[in-house]
């Protein structure tokens, strides 16, 4: 019997919407799977690592397959859920499932076809008609057989070396190949331990008088003596080779003799990268009334087999309660994933649930590094005793293969951070959450003190089951919120830089008590905007219609859209005047100033200028939590879940800026931003105050935040989005048009919105500029869809997708992109 030719569907990492049919090679038969990933070539040239999506027997009628290069998995690294998981996103935020798995599986996991320059074997070594910098290259190449484009930067001692690369090759002298190389690289640990047959104790006696022997072997004598000790005579087996070394502060001369004479082996191991627990694990804590009430409430809600919103307020101990779920669910050998908006929040979350659960609590979020991304994936997938039973993570935790889910949990389900922007896919974490939840068949609690309208919704519609805390922990009042009226401050002379008198009076108190303070500012950087007083002229950003920020620390003008920068002007750039002015305030300049108005105070600042290092978040935290500062100030890093006992004081530093943003739900992002940063207040000993800085005293939502009233908000709000065909009564479909030509953006823009308005009529809103017309040189034109959210989803795709094929057909429009984002936040 002949053997079978077997056919896989590839999802290769690409933006287009289907797999790719390969070949299997005979050789290889027994080793495809689903789920194993595969190498591939792709296209003419480009070498790609793919996932198998399934196997047939069926060959393409219209091409002629190519073959699969390589298998590169023992067993699967994709389980079946997830590939449901990723076909769902794919349809309901139609994007392509190749763009889904990209950002599902970490880096590690996918190989890199790196460049390497190789010298061209055709060159006549005319070196004459190189440049000073292509000779080096070169040369170079003459001395090694391949260099990467890494080598060429630090050859040369420049950044941008593609164009004496594209010369080179131009010329002649140099051909480009891609060399695949894994990205993932497993940790190795270099161990020394005794032979098996010296640790019988006459035999080691031999061993050490023949090194006694000769004083040739002082050293080597020495260094044995050292491992015998370490090693407790050859018992323990991690004595490592640098502790070793450091320990007989011995050169590793001797060590080599020893290891070729076989007295020590080397053997490497790989080692974990995710550090382990080794504090002691504590009792659960017992709970109030309200939160056994909670808890009851919550089991029911789950047996009724929905899912459950928790509207907790500030400081009410939602996290306890999760803690007895999740114990309640490991018990039963499932996992648990436990999802937060926010890095900051991972570090007192983590030290929490460790306390409780030790060794069984993992965090997967973007701030670790790529191979420790693969050792947590690794860890969450296997069966064995050091697995990961609670995953804690950002939104692409979602992505992980978990073989038993038992519970979700979605805390501070209302932030806009569980939404992806750019690239594909721009899934909302909450929403996938509650899919995942589906396709796993377990329960999922999602958690606010100021739960979004569409949840909310959900739940007072009967979808969701809603559970309230309405109670602080301990009876702990709700902080007191108090306005600074800005107009009358400036109108009478009190205000000090951007500081209210009334705040500045609260903070001195504040501190003269030995509590502490947040000031919550939201806009990092020094100044928005420098003005020349004379003509208003702006320093603009010259590939964004948006204006610079200057940044104090780095002396520069920054572009926060694309990351241009220059240094701050001396003059104007259109009347030549120097009568610049700084206009408007960050926290950069909040630190600078309240550190000039109080020199004694400690102060630190939390926002993504600070924070970009793996531990910064860490280290603010851990500070301010130690009380070794007065004074935090950030942007709505400060705002999300944070836990400080000793916090009596909040200042929200510009209300009216998080007011007055041109979008349909600025009120409600104002309120539950808001109410956030003053819950920081007061959460433990004593009532804290909350001083609101703002021009509009009065108006309605300043009013709901003082009240805490979260309902009142919410009625306002579904009955003007009710009115108006707004989520959560009909779902948003939001197309950006990008193009580097302005006016081809907006003739694509125009033909599509006439494409969409022909079947949709006057669901179709513009197309209109957006905030920042221009990013990055690329024209931006936006249209809003409205649908009905019981209109089909995948009927929706289809219809959408036939427009935009269409409208790329037209021969001015196949280089525009166009951008789908579905429920924009």
């Known amino acids: 019997m002949g053997r079978q030719t077997f056919f896989v569907e590839i999802i290769l990492p690409v933006p287009i919407p289907q797999t790719f049919t ?17 190498v591939v070539t792709f296209g003419k040239s480009k070498t790609y690592t793919g996932v198998i999506e399934s196997i047939h027997e069926n060959p393409p009628k219209t091409y002629k397959s190519k073959y699969i290069e390589a298998v590169l998995d023992e067993t699967p690294v994709v389980l079946d ?61 003459s001395v090694q057989d391949k260099i990467s484009i890494q080598d060429v930067k630090d050859i040369l001692g420049i950044k941008t070396v593609q164009p004496i690369i594209r010369d080179l090759i131009k010329k002649g002298a140099i051909i480009v190949e891609d060399e695949l190389r894994a990205k993932y690289k ?8 005794l032979p098996q047959e010296l640790k019988h104790e006459d035999v080691l006696n031999q061993v050490l008088d023949e090194l006694q022997k000769s004083s040739k072997n002082v050293k080597q004598l020495q260094l044995f003596m050292a491992y015998l000790h370490l090693s407790e005579q050859g018992k ?85 309660v999760y803690v007895e779920l999740i114990n309640d669910t490991i018990a039963k050998g499932k996992q648990v994933l436990f999802m937060i908006p926010e890095i900051a929040l991972t570090t007192q979350l983590i030290q929490r649930l460790q306390r409780y659960f030790g060794d069984k609590v993992g965090v997967f979020h973007s701030r670790f590094g790529q191979n420790e991304r693969v050792e947590v994936w690794k860890r969450t997938m296997t069966d064995v005793h050091d697995k990961f039973d609670i995953l804690v993570g950002a939104r692409s935790s979602l992505f992980l293969p978990f073989r038993d889910l038992g519970l979700i949990i979605v805390d501070e389900e209302h932030e806009s951070s569980f939404k992806q922007f750019d690239p594909a896919p721009r899934y909302h974490g909450r929403d996938t959450a509650v899919m995942l939840s589906h396709l796993h068949d377990c329960p999922i609690v999602l958690g606010s003190a100021t739960p979004s309208i569409e949840s909310y919704w959900q739940a007072e519609s009967g979808k969701y089951a809603l559970v309230k805390m309405n109670q602080r922990f301990g009876s702990v009042k709700m902080p007191e919120i108090l306005c600074a009226d800005l107009k009358k401050e400036q109108r009478e002379k009190t205000m000090q830089s951007h500081f209210s008198s009334f705040l500045l009076k609260s903070l001195e108190e504040t501190v003269a008590n030995k509590e502490q303070a947040i000031l919550f500012q939201n806009r990092r950087g020094y100044t928005p905007m420098w003005v020349c007083e004379d003509c208003g002229w702006v320093p603009q950003c010259t590939r964004c219609d948006v204006s610079l920020t200057y940044h104090k620390l780095a002396h520069l003008l920054n572009c926060h859209y694309c990351g241009y920068a220059i240094h701050p002007p001396q003059k104007c750039g259109s009347c030549n005047g120097t009568r610049l002015q700084m ?22 600042r939390m926002d993504w200028d600070t924070t970009r290092s793996k531990h910064a978040y860490q ?20 705002s999300k879940g944070l836990d400080f006992d000793h916090v009596s004081l909040v200042g929200i530093l510009n209300a009216d800026q998080m007011l007055n943003f041109p979008d349909f ?5 104002a309120y539950q931003l808001m109410s956030q940063v003053a819950g920081r207040a007061g959460r433990k000993h004593k009532r804290g105050k909350v001083i609101v800085q703002t021009y509009q005293p009065d108006h309605w939502i300043i009013q709901q935040v003082m009240n805490h009233d979260y309902d009142t908000m919410y009625q306002q709000e579904v009955f003007e989005r009710k009115n108006y065909s707004y989520p959560p009564f009909f779902r948003l479909i939001q197309f950006t048009v990008k193009h ?26 513009g197309p209109q500029d957006p905030i920042v017309a221009r990013i990055n040189n690329y024209y931006l034109k936006q249209i809003i869809l409205k649908v009905e959210r019981d209109l089909s989803a995948s009927k929706l795709r289809e219809i959408i997708g036939e427009m935009v094929v269409k409208v790329k057909e037209v021969k001015d429009f196949k280089s525009a992109r166009i951008v789908i984002d579905v429920d924009p936040a």
């Open 186 to 193: 497993p940790k190795i640990q270099k161990y020394i331990r």
């Open 665 to 669: 739900r600025s009120f409600e992002r």
């Open 619 to 638: 280290n603010i935290i851990e500070s301010f939590s130690n009380r070794e500062l007065d004074v935090l100030i950030g942007t709505q890093m400060v």
């Open 22 to 38: 390969y070949r299997v090679p005979n050789e290889l038969n027994d080793y495809v799977e689903r789920g194993k990933r595969v």
């Open 583 to 604: 206009k408007g305030f960050g926290t950069e300049k909040i630190e600078d100033e309240l550190k000039v108005l109080y020199p004694n105070l400690r102060i630190a």
């Open 236 to 320: 323990l087996e991690n004595v490592t080779k640098r502790a070793l070394l450091d320990f007989s502060e011995s050169s590793v001369s001797p060590l080599n003799t020893l290891l070729k004479k076989e007295l020590l082996l080397e053997v490497e191991e790989a080692q974990n990268r995710i550090q382990a627990y080794s504090d002691e694990q504590v009792d659960f804590k017992a709970l109030s009334d309200s939160q056994q009430t909670a808890l009851a409430e919550i089991k029911s809600g789950i047996q009724s087999g929905k899912p459950v919103l928790l509207h907790g307020v500030t400081s009410s101990g939602k996290t306890e």
């Open 740 to 765: 580097k030509n302005k006016d081809i953006a907006r003739a694509c823009a125009d033909h599509l919105a006439e494409s969409l308005k022909n079947t949709f009529k006057n669901r179709v809103l």
């Open 81 to 141: 859920h997830q590939f449901k998981l990723w076909d769902w996103m794919a349809h309901y935020y139609m994007c392509a499932i190749g763009e889904v798995m990209n950002a599902a599986l970490p880096a590690g996991l996918k190989l890199d076809a790196e460049q390497r320059l190789l010298k061209h074997p055709d060159f006549n070594n005319d070196f004459g008609v190189l440049t000073d910098k292509e000779y080096l290259v070169v040369e170079a190449l």
